[in-house]
């Protein structure tokens, strides 16, 4: 068995639709979906945004249980802009096997590999995604993976990191970050995002963009997962 993580639905969609044989269970009262791709059983979690969601909802679902690898997955900000919208990165620092081989497969894919942080809220500037690439070292950011990294080494479940690319210093968020998502939440707040549009009705283009480019890195992102449990 096969465990897939992403934060929310909104990234998970698209591997989702390529699942077959779906069905959801219930597991110490959260919800999961199970399905196979090919001949793998793979089982899907979303673990919400941020620490707290993620290690509560991520603990319940890998107690008592055997899994052969958890993929950490999911969206990322570029801390720079040698990454691009679309590009797949393979988090070496949280990743506890190596492809090798396999991941020869993926060579038609735009994948990199490089260090991922995981960061307590969105980062929305430019400026302070330059200073934390030179503190950090790392290429990209999330708000999930060091907590599920950690939870997999004390389960002894080996992980694989690898994140799409769906923001960056030069292709930013249509609109600040704590209008986009509340993390405390955990979904967007409509009457802030309405109310923010209506006062800014020039970034509703930018937003309709963003919303393009969300849905070709999730397309990426379920065409490389695809790819990754079909070679394991």
Known sequence: MIAVTFALPAESSEFMHRLRNKSRVDRNGISVTWGTIDRRDVEVLHTGVGEKACRERLGKFI????FELLISTGF????????SVGDLLLAKNFSTIELNE???SLSH??????DLLTFPT???SSDERNQIARTSGAAAVD???EFIARACAEYGIPLLSLRVITDSPRERFPAPAHVLFDIERQRIDLLKFGTFLFAHPKR???LIYFAKRIAYARKILANALVTVVRAL
Request: a negative charge; glycine letters at 4%; hydrophobic letters at 40%.
């Open 63 to 66: 107690q008592d249980q055997q």
């Open 76 to 83: 990322a900000g570029a801390l720079s802009d040698q990454l």
């Open 102 to 104: 396999k991941l020869s």
């Open 109 to 114: 894919l735009p994948i990199r590999t490089a």
């Open 122 to 124: 969105l980062i929305d």
């Open 143 to 145: 708000m999930e993976t």
């Open 204 to 206: 509703v283009p930018r």
